[in-house]
């Protein structure tokens, strides 16, 4: 009986079948097996292009926010300030690896200037307030009381933030001082009115220059052509975050407004 499978030998219609068979596997000249076509083909680099999640140390706190200006203020500021934060500490990281030496304390040397501003104003109204309603000799003080207080969890992975979160809770507490003084008829309104307004823009003013910090060292990364550290690149994201429904720009429906407790009954301060 005849090889079959000898080429030579072969009927025309034995070799068209067998090519038919074997098109898949084999190249169009009848060569060797090709891989390629068999299985997808294997990037080389593909390994090195994965990026593992970075695994950062970071802590959580909790804040509680009595005033209505004080829960404004936290939930339109603080998620910008943390985040600045942070890409700070890593762009100016990366500046460093470039050979510029320094540029990390020089960042946190301006950054330590900017919050301390706002710290010490808030500081000294804090210590001088106590100081007028603790003196009050000729009438008793009632205590202030305010009807939606809030409470925010969140995360920081900087120093800074958590030096920027004490210093919230610092506010709200001047902002509690401002309005026991007010409603208890031992501050005038446009007395209270002014301090609102410059520790309010002392903290503004601390957001805009720290997350214009950030856009520098930004810019002098990008000089170089190298990667930069902001939402949706390769670095982790920033968790400083509260929940979303806490971190809206619009007017809260809800107003924590200040009441004075008296013994005989609670009154709101109306609408």
């Not at 802590?59 to 009595?66: Q, W």
């Not at 301006?110 to 307030?129: G, T, W």
């Not at 305010?146 to 902002?175: C, G, H, Q, W």
């Not at 982790?236 to 407790?261: G, K, R, Y």
Request: hydrophobic share 35%; glycine share 4%.
């Amino acid at each position: 009986m005849a090889d079959v499978s000898n080429q030579g030998n072969a009927t025309p219609k034995q070799r068209s079948n067998r090519r038919g068979n074997s098109r898949s596997n084999t190249r169009p000249n009848g060569g060797a097996n090709d891989n390629r076509i068999d299985r997808p083909p294997v990037s080389r680099g593909r390994r090195r292009e994965e990026k593992t999640p970075f695994s950062n140390p970071e802590i959580d706190l909790k804040i509680t926010l009595e005033t209505q200006e004080g829960i404004r203020l936290f939930t339109r500021h603080f998620n910008p300030v943390s985040q600045a934060l942070f890409n700070i500490m890593i762009n100016t990281t990366r500046i460093e690896r470039m050979g510029i030496r320094g540029a990390a304390a020089e960042a946190k040397k301006a950054i330590d200037k900017v919050i301390d501003v706002p710290v010490r104003e808030i500081n000294i109204c804090i210590e001088m307030l106590t100081k007028m309603l603790e003196e009050e000799n000729e009438i008793e003080v009632a205590e202030v009381k305010y009807t939606n207080p809030r409470e925010f969890e969140t995360k920081t992975r900087t120093p800074e933030a958590t030096k920027v979160l004490r210093m919230f809770s610092s506010y709200d507490k001047a902002i509690t001082l401002l309005d026991k003084g007010y409603l208890n008829a031992m501050a005038p309104a446009d007395e209270v009115e002014d301090t609102k307004f410059r520790l309010t823009s002392s903290i503004q003013n601390l957001s805009a220059t720290i997350q214009q910090l950030s856009k520098n060292a930004i810019a002098q990364l990008e000089e170089k052509g190298l990667s930069i550290s902001r939402e949706g690149s390769g670095i982790p994201a920033v968790v400083q975050t509260v929940s979303d429904a806490e971190t809206t720009d619009v007017e809260l429906e809800i107003q924590s407004n200040p009441t004075v407790v008296l013994e005989a009954e609670q009154q709101d301060k109306p609408e």
